[in-house]
């Protein structure tokens, strides 16, 4: 069997961890990366090992043109190409428009946005001459439906979407797949600031009723990366409980 390789950006916890486990398991060697979070992403290499999977640490900020550029080469120096580009690390800085300062604006959009467009550049020739990829960029129902007090994140989710679709459009004929997963409210970190209350209301307007679980998102990751979605490019899957139809 050919070995596999992934890079996932974002991999230290939550969506990007459960994807991380999931490949490894699917027998992928993993390029694990993150920014800050280096213990938790060791820890999730230990995970990796102790099921007697394969990983590569890659720490960088995907906002940063050249972290990325390191971090590709890295790669380019242990595997002769990328099968899978997972698109995943994220943050929020909420407030409302009056309140966002242009520090919120530029950190989501350079992590969200700018991370996703640096690292798809970077994959992009690769993938193409050796005519086979998969990429998959973490999205959001927010960049679908839009939600107060999120402007600058529900700008970064919508700009990830258009750059699928084009890219999507650009690479159909060389193999390449590019896929949107759109989660609506997962129990990670990132959702775990939120208090009851607001858990709560969102909750209320999910029709399944709960949140979802970072391992729902995972599950789809791992069919976008599979050739049993051979014939699915350029679309934005919700994973949400049924909360945006
Ligand atoms: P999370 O638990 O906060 O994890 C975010 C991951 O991204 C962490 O590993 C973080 O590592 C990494 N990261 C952030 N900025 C980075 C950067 N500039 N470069 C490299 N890594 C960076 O978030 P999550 O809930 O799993 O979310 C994962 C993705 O799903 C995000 O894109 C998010 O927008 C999207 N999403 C989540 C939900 C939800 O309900 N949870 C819903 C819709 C969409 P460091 O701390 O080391 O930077």
Not at 42 to 61: F, M, R, W
Not at 86 to 105: E, F, H, Q, S, Y
Request: net charge neutral; proline share 3%; aromatic share 6%.
């Amino acid at each position: 069997m050919n070995q596999k390789y992934v890079l996932i950006t974002g991999a230290s916890r939550g969506i990007g961890r459960a994807c991380a486990l999931a490949f490894a398991r699917n027998h992928y060697h993993v390029f694990l990366n993150c920014r800050h979070s280096l213990d938790a992403l060791h820890q999730v290499a230990k995970e990796i090992l102790d099921e007697h999977g394969s990983c590569t640490l890659l720490p960088g900020n995907a906002g940063n043109p050249d972290d990325v550029r390191k971090m590709f080469a890295i790669i380019e120096s242990i595997c002769p190409g990328l099968d899978v580009l997972v698109n995943n690390a994220g943050i929020t800085r909420d407030g409302l428009m009056p309140m966002l300062k242009d520090a919120d604006w530029d950190a989501v959009l350079d992590a969200n946005l700018k991370g996703a467009f640096h690292c798809m550049r970077a994959a992009y020739r690769p993938m193409m001459k050796q005519k086979y990829g998969k990429i998959i960029n973490m999205a959001s129902v927010v960049g679908v439906t839009g939600n107060a007090g999120q402007v600058n994140y529900a700008a970064s989710k919508a700009g990830v979407i258009g750059m699928t679709k084009s890219m999507a459009k650009e690479l159909a004929n060389r193999g390449v797949t590019v896929n949107a997963i759109a989660p609506g409210f997962i129990r990670t970190a990132m959702t775990d600031v939120l208090s009851d209350d607001v858990k709560a209301e969102i909750t209320r307007v999910i029709p399944m009723g709960i949140m979802g679980e970072t391992e729902d998102v995972a599950n789809l990751a791992a069919f976008l990366a599979s050739d049993a979605s051979r014939y699915i490019t350029g679309q934005v899957i919700k994973v949400d409980g049924g909360m945006v139809m």
